[in-house]
């Protein structure tokens, strides 16, 4: 008896706790992370919105961008089409995400409870906690490895650092180390809201895009201009299977599927805008064109090292050590070089926290709403570096990280299905109080679970699935066509998805998708909001004697088009 006493009793000081005047219930399926956010805590502008994209683009992968696709033998002007182009698609198919936080205020996590199922929710959710956690360890790794030059910069003498790690351990000891300190000093940052990242978003933009700047005008003024790599022309091989317009096809899905996850959490940080204009404003000018500048930059770096060292070094670290001549350089090489690196490493800290950490914790959220919020689950997420191990990852299963690569062949039907459910069969309309409960609710379908959901997804990854194994087993002939599928991988999924999502729903019609509550039972709308979106706001809903509480008003409810 005393023993189940202090369980109940560790079970309620674990349990979360919401102010339940501000309708932050805690219960199986929310938390005040997951309820719809009301105005008071909608802080982010378009500077935020700005720095949000800007951490996805000043990064070691959007730099190293260019060499992908002139390694597949296209020429600098069609990589720099690629890019364009990719980043466009991008900024479209985030803002259709999106759109739903900007509305209704509610996450990813929340989202497909309508689309799903209440429990069929589940499906998606599990496949962005795996990613979550695996990219997490790998940026952590890859971050590691900037915070290493950082310390060589420091202490000349770490880059030769004995390796006391024997054959069996697939990494140094100064890699391990970077990788150790790079955890650590990320840790702190967890205990941040996201409604407080403002900061950090401007720290991120000035000093990391200052630094590549400096670091491309120091370049060219060394080089006296650009090596042959900026004048590279099309060397697609003779013997390729597959025409240039493929390549090009093939790389604008590798550069839309690179961002899928996310393309997907727009919702999670959408619901934080002040406005809409905020959202458009920020994604716009940061998704697309400074993650074109960035590309670009560094192109013409890369272009300008390739002068000065007679090779070409597309990964930063990699050139930042042979600036500093592993540690023997100048002094002034080595402040130089600190600068770049922390600057490139403090954006991938932010990156991970922001794309991984933080989309993990909401995630997790979802899952066991009455003891995991998003610091909680963040932590969770930040921990598990450590079991997934990322140096056996990063340096042996190269296999398996282009699986992870991948991922968004399964990635996009989720994103087709959200998209066709909200925009054509439920018009915008959302009951939220229908949201946060399986009793009575419009969103439990069959036990829990849309099947037509789950029919759709399996639909748009079926005929890309083979060309991914083909690919990335690297097969020598492949079938033509399985490949061909893949590299439109990401439209196709999409586009199945939504059209068999579509025709089930239409076969097997749901009755009343297009209602919602009467009143604004969370008070997450402004007056101006609530009108248009078609509920009448809370105070209102009092004045006419309808319930505001949770519990009784989510059976209220009225046809929006009758609805003034």
Same mark, same amino acid.
């Given at each position: ?5 202090? &369980? ?11 102010? !339940? ?74 803002? *259709? ?28 959710? %599990?496949?962005?906690?795996? &990613? ?52 650590? %000093? ?42 042959? &790599? ?5 060397? /697609? ?20 599927? $690179? ?8 919702? !999670? #940080? ?20 400074? $993650? ?70 909401? !995630? ?44 968004? /062949?399964? &990635? ?17 309309? /959302? ?40 690919? /990335? ?8 066509? *399985? ?10 999924? #999409? ?5 068999? #999502?579509?025709?089930?729903? %239409? ?45 009784? !008003? ?11």
């Amino acid at each position: 008896m005393a023993l189940r006493h202090r &369980l109940a009793a560790l079970d309620h000081r674990i349990q979360l706790k919401g102010d !339940d005047t501000k309708h932050e219930q805690t219960d199986a399926w929310s938390n005040r992370d997951l309820i719809p956010l009301p105005p008071s805590r909608r802080t982010w502008d378009w500077v935020n919105y700005y720095g949000f994209w800007a951490i996805a683009s000043l990064n070691l992968a959007n730099w190293q961008t260019p060499s992908t696709y002139l390694t597949m033998g296209l020429s600098v002007p069609q990589a720099m089409l690629i890019i364009v182009i990719s980043r466009i698609l991008i900024a479209l198919f985030s803002t *259709l995400v999106a759109w739903i936080g900007l509305t209704w205020h509610i996450g990813y996590t929340v989202q497909n409870r309508y689309s799903w199922g209440m429990r069929g929710s589940y499906i998606p959710l %599990l496949q962005r906690i795996l &990613l979550n956690f695996i990219w997490n360890a790998v940026q952590c790794w890859n971050g590691g490895r900037l915070v290493a030059v950082c310390l060589t910069a420091i202490f000349p003498s770490y880059a030769r650092m004995k390796n006391t790690f024997g054959p069996s351990m697939p990494a140094t000891t100064d890699q391990f180390v970077g990788f150790v300190v790079f955890w650590f %000093l990320s840790t702190p940052f967890l205990w941040l809201r996201p409604e407080n990242f403002k900061i950090p978003f401007i720290v991120v933009c000035v000093w990391c895009g200052t630094g590549m700047m400096c670091w491309m005008i120091w370049g060219l003024s060394v080089a006296g201009g650009v090596g042959p &790599l900026w004048s590279s022309g099309q060397q /697609v091989p003779a013997t390729s299977l597959f025409s240039t317009s493929w390549l090009i096809m093939a790389g604008i899905n590798q550069g839309i599927g $690179g961002l899928a996850a996310g393309i997907t959490n727009g919702s !999670d #940080f959408s619901r934080y805008a002040k406005g809409r204009r905020h959202y458009v404003i920020g994604t716009i000018s940061s998704c697309v064109v400074t $993650g074109v500048l960035v590309s670009l930059i560094g192109l013409v770096t890369a272009a300008a090292g390739q002068k000065i060292y007679g090779e070409v070094y597309w990964n930063p670290p990699d050139l930042l050590m042979r600036m500093m001549e592993n540690g023997n350089g100048s002094s002034k090489a080595r402040a130089g070089v600190f600068f770049l690196a922390a600057g490139f490493a403090f954006t991938a800290m932010f990156e991970n926290i922001c794309g991984n950490a933080i989309a993990g914790g909401i !995630d997790l959220a979802g899952l066991f709403p009455r003891y995991i919020n998003i610091r909680r689950g963040a932590i969770i997420t930040f921990i598990a570096a450590w079991i997934v191990q990322p140096w056996q990852l990063i340096n042996r299963a190269t296999t398996f990280i282009a699986v992870l690569s991948s991922f968004s /062949v399964f &990635l996009a039907p989720i994103i087709g299905i959200m998209t066709c459910d909200y925009y054509i069969l439920r018009k915008r309309k /959302v009951r939220l109080s229908h949201l946060y409960r399986t009793q009575d609710s419009s969103y439990n379908f069959w036990k829990g679970v849309n099947w037509r959901a789950v029919v759709a997804w399996l639909c748009g990854w079926a005929p890309t699935i083979g060309g991914l194994i083909v690919t /990335v087993r690297g097969d020598l002939n492949p079938p033509k066509a *399985l490949v061909q599928l893949y590299y439109m991988a990401f439209l196709i999924g #999409f586009f199945i998805s939504a059209g068999v #999502f579509y025709l089930l729903n %239409l076969i097997s019609p749901v009755g009343d998708m297009d209602q919602v509550d009467a009143v604004d039972v969370y008070g997450t709308f402004t007056e101006a909001e609530a009108r248009r979106v078609g509920v009448a706001p809370l105070e209102e809903g009092s004045i006419y004697g309808l319930s505001t509480t949770r519990q009784s !008003d989510s059976d209220v409810f009225v046809d929006a088009e009758k609805r003034v």
